[in-house]
């Protein structure tokens, strides 16, 4: 797989803004019953009695460097409810202190009384975590952007000990594809600091637009911020038509009218970055910035000659043209742009990126072949990592230390640089970096890739998801300091879908990094998270409401179909049509189960209370007689899987690819030894073992097929990241051919699961012959 081609446009989606209507209209149980903290404290016991928020009341602080936090929780509070408070050095009704004594950084302590609020912090971040349980104590009513009429503003009485299992609790963002602006960005910090996220990595660059002002260099910005309409820009103005949604509109706030011509774009000032860095500081995030290189780096390569290899560069033949590290010139470039960017961040950490490089012009290239010859490189992997450790000599030497991209690894990596690993198809990469006694962050992209789709699945996969692995040693575990949600913004146009497609998985994330996995549990987070929706609504933050449930992509029946659809959410309406449209504001409302005597194709929509629209999702419902089963005559155990040579995007055009090799499997799954480019075509029969109506669960990473009996049953094709398509089909009991198609380059995933009508899994009885 390669990241920068996915795409899976969400079509599956699902609605509802739970419980909405029954948790506002239940009367107040016990307050007990009302928290639903995320991330769920280490410890917390609450007690009788509560403390009332009152008009004059003061914040006090007992350290001068709290003063921004006790400004902070200030404006929070006084927003909704309208009350004047003050903040005071030394006590007050709620003081915010600095813990001393043991601790871990981050963590903090939260006691209320019904007469005082202590907030106790390991740190200015472990008081601003308080801060966030804090908020989360106090009904959702105040996030409210204005005053609240409200007779109490009330926090329970608890006693709360708690801190982080990792210390890196991340979120990047890429505002090159699409650019957001600083009050975006601003909103986006905010939400992080509530759920307690603490590292912001912000990918600044990329071929498709530079968005921070380097003073040296003007025209990284003059020209390098704008551009005209790219095929992500149109994909999205399509996508905005065809799925009836604006959230892919491009906002003409990013559009310019430059002489004659509307590009888009924008960027940041120096003076925009100081204003954001201030204001992460103060809700306890760190900003880590990313200037993607050597890779990724056109929109400087083509306003600055002489930093490539040669004077025409664009896209190679999988990425971009990267900078020659043959050439001083191009090296001082780079280091002039760093230099003004760690005077920018006061940070310790600073990404290089160093991910996806095209190295097929360094090959060509006399200044790169030399440094390859003086430096005794015996490869372009070994130049690439040259490149990432005479930057880092650069990095330390500036009191900055190193994070790359995964790809560092490769060709050598130095003693110090922190690796974030992304390839969930280098799955050695945490064992290697750790192994190797170096700091590593995980965010593998089947997991913690934001902008890949949404399903019914992607929430709990990254809530079980295992950060660190049974084998691990003390200090390997150690070194994985933690974990990262991240937003490409190839099809994210918007601030509306950024937030669709962050929330709610950010909370997923947020927990996962912070609460200890004793106290996670599935069922319990869901609970709590949907309670989360409430307050994110009155944020009023275009989150993706849990998915619709009853159905798969396809369904069988053989005399009537019953179609039985549930939204978790009581308060959103269900809308649907049969005829492949979309569903609009008057199509018919779905209020209870239908009966369909014929095939029928239906496309839902959830409309939320307040009218606004979520993703559609489509949905087959096939009638079917049970397929007859036929003889096989000559039988042997196991499937043939026959590797093809295949480079594209299509299961159709597998077989015409060479064959590289033939390999018996008694499964379906990849076969050791296939790599690279892999187009698979998997033959023989299975047997089931009564008539019944079988559901196959066909998941990949990139495109599948699933065919029975000479009729597709699954299409998962074409260039996407792991997705999960679930069929169903009626099978008599005996054997029936099957052909699963698969392709991928670079390596990924296939997993095939069948599940009779009763929900048992058939793998016991299930024989493949060839
Ligand atoms: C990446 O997704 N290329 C880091
Ligand atoms: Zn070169």
């Not at 990592?385 to 690894?409: A, P, T, V, Y």
């Not at 690796?419 to 990469?429: D, L, S």
């Not at 380059?745 to 095939?752: D, R, T, W």
């Amino acid at each position: 797989m390669k990241r920068r081609e996915k795409f899976s446009v969400s079509i599956l989606l699902a609605i509802c803004t739970l419980l909405l209507g029954c948790l506002v209209s239940c009367q107040r149980t016990s307050i007990a019953s009302e928290i639903a903290l995320l991330p769920v404290p280490a410890e917390m016991e609450v007690h009788k009695g509560n403390f009332t928020l009152k008009d004059g009341m003061t914040i006090g602080y007992d350290m001068p460097e709290l003063k921004p936090a006790a400004d902070h929780l200030l404006s929070l509070l006084s927003v909704p409810t309208g009350y004047k408070f003050r903040t005071v050095e030394g006590k007050g009704d709620i003081r915010l202190a600095l813990n001393q004594g043991e601790g871990v950084s981050g963590g903090y302590v939260l006691n209320i009384t019904s007469e005082e609020v202590i907030v106790g912090g390991y740190g200015y971040g472990g008081v601003i975590a308080g801060i966030s349980t804090l908020r989360q104590l106090l009904p959702p009513d105040m996030e409210a952007k204005t005053r609240v009429e409200r007779e109490t503003w009330e926090l329970p009485c608890v006693s709360i000990m708690d801190k982080p299992r990792f210390e890196w609790r991340g979120l990047m963002l890429d505002v090159s594809r699409h650019f957001f602006s600083k009050e975006e960005v601003k909103e986006l910090l905010d939400l992080m600091s509530l759920y307690k996220l603490n590292k912001f990595h912000w990918h600044l660059t990329d071929d498709q637009g530079w968005r921070i002002e380097i003073k040296k260099y003007p025209l990284l910005t003059q020209k390098g911020a704008w551009r005209r309409w790219n095929k992500h820009d149109r994909q999205c103005m399509k996508l905005a038509v065809s799925e009836d949604n604006q959230d892919f509109d491009i906002p003409v706030d990013k559009l310019y009218v430059m002489a004659t011509d509307t590009v888009y774009g924008g960027f940041y000032t120096q003076d925009d970055i100081r204003e954001i860095v201030s204001y992460a500081a103060v809700r306890g995030i760190d900003v880590i910035p990313e200037i993607d290189m050597p890779g990724h780096f056109l929109a400087a390569i083509g306003n600055y000659p002489g930093i490539s290899c040669f004077e025409q560069a664009d896209w190679g033949e999988q990425f971009s043209s990267p900078v020659c590290p043959g050439k001083e010139h191009a090296l001082e470039f780079c280091k002039d742009v760093y230099k003004e960017v760690f005077e920018l961040f006061p940070y310790e950490y600073v990404h290089i990126g160093g991910d996806e490089v095209e190295k097929n012009n360094w090959k060509k290239c006399p200044d790169c072949q030399r440094r390859m010859r003086e430096n005794r490189l015996k490869d372009e992997k070994e130049l690439h990592s040259w490149f990432i450790r005479h930057m880092e000599k650069f990095f330390n030497e500036n009191g900055k230390q190193m994070i790359g991209w995964d790809e560092i690894l490769e060709g050598g990596l130095s003693e110090t640089a922190t690796v974030m690993w992304w390839r969930t198809w280098q799955p050695n990469v945490v064992e290697e970096t750790t192994l190797q006694g170096n700091n590593v962050i995980c965010c593998p992209n089947a997991w913690f890739y934001l902008d890949y789709q949404q399903d019914e699945k992607s929430l709990k996969n990254i809530y079980e998801y295992a950060v660190l692995s049974e084998g691990m040693d003390v200090l390997q575990s150690t070194l994985v300091r933690g974990i990262q949600g991240n937003l490409w913004t190839e099809r994210v146009p918007s601030y509306e879908r950024l937030q669709y497609l962050v929330f709610p998985r950010l909370l997923a994330i947020a927990e996962l990094a912070w609460s200890k996995p004793q106290r996670m549990n599935w069922d319990d987070f869901n609970s709590r998270m949907l309670s989360q929706l409430r307050r994110l609504n009155v944020l009023d933050v275009n989150y993706r409401i849990p998915d619709l449930e009853g159905f798969y992509h396809s369904n069988v029946f053989i005399d009537t179909g019953r179609v039985s659809v549930v939204c978790p959410d009581p308060s959103a309406m269900v809308r649907y049509t049969t005829d492949g449209t979309v569903p609009v504001s008057d199509s018919p409302e779905y209020v209870g189960m239908l009966s369909v005597a014929r095939t029928t194709d239906f496309t839902f929509r959830t409309f939320r209370a307040g009218g606004e629209k979520e993703d559609i999702v489509r949905t087959r419902f096939i009638k079917q007689e049970y397929a007859r089963a036929t003889c096989p005559d000559t039988l042997a155990p196991g499937l043939k899987a026959v590797w093809h040579e295949y480079r594209g995007s299509s299961c159709r055009e597998i077989p015409d690819a060479p064959v590289n090799g033939t390999y018996i499997i008694d499964d379906v799954f990849i076969p050791d030894g296939v790599r690279g480019n892999i187009g698979l075509v998997i033959t023989g029969f299975m047997s089931v073992p009564k008539d019944d109506i079988y559901t196959f669960f066909l998941m990949s990473d990139d495109g599948s097929t699933l065919v029975m009996d000479d009729e597709t049953v699954i299409d998962n094709d074409g260039a996407h990241s792991p997705r999960e398509v679930v069929g169903q089909r009626a099978l008599k009991a005996g054997y029936h051919p099957v052909e699963i198609r698969y392709f991928d380059y670079n390596g990924g995933l296939l997993e095939l699961r069948v599940l009779d009508s009763a929900g048992n899994e058939v793998r016991g009885s299930r024989v493949y012959m060839h």
